[in-house]
């Protein structure tokens, strides 16, 4: 069984930048796509971005393409997602999925974090 553990949330202030990292636990994850997704208070679980399982394709929503990279560890069992500019509108709860497919679908991921708190306060 996969497990992915997310890290690196914290409560920063706007504009600032902050990198988030997920780790696996098995290294089948190098084979599989990892994405990270998000959920504010309130509202549903949104994509934010993916990247395949080379690190060479990588989807991120269109609101965020400007501030938010997604990337991967040599190792390619470690995703990371950095933020910049920061406002407050990007508190909430930031999930790590892994999946073999490559998308940008919340159903099609079969692993998941537990996720990492990011607070922005203004």
């Known amino acids: 069984q996969v497990q992915l553990v997310e890290s690196g949330g914290r409560q920063v202030q706007t504009g600032d930048s902050l990198t988030l990292s997920c780790t696996a636990s098995d290294s089948s994850v190098s084979r599989y796509a990892m994405a990270w997704f998000r959920q504010a208070p309130g509202k549903e679980r949104e994509f934010v971005a993916s990247?395949?399982?080379?690190?060479?394709?990588?989807l991120v929503a269109p609101s965020k393409k400007e501030r938010f990279t997604i990337s991967r560890g040599y190792a390619k069992t470690t995703a990371h997602l950095q933020m910049s500019s920061l406002k407050p509108e990007d508190t909430a709860v930031y999930y790590c999925?892994?999946?073999?497919?490559?998308?940008?679908?919340?159903?099609?991921?079969?692993?998941w974090g537990q996720g990492t708190q990011v607070t922005v306060s203004s």
């Open positions: 999925a892994a999946d073999s497919r490559f998308t940008s679908d919340i159903d099609s991921y079969s692993y």
């Open positions: 990247i395949n399982w080379a690190g060479g394709s990588r």
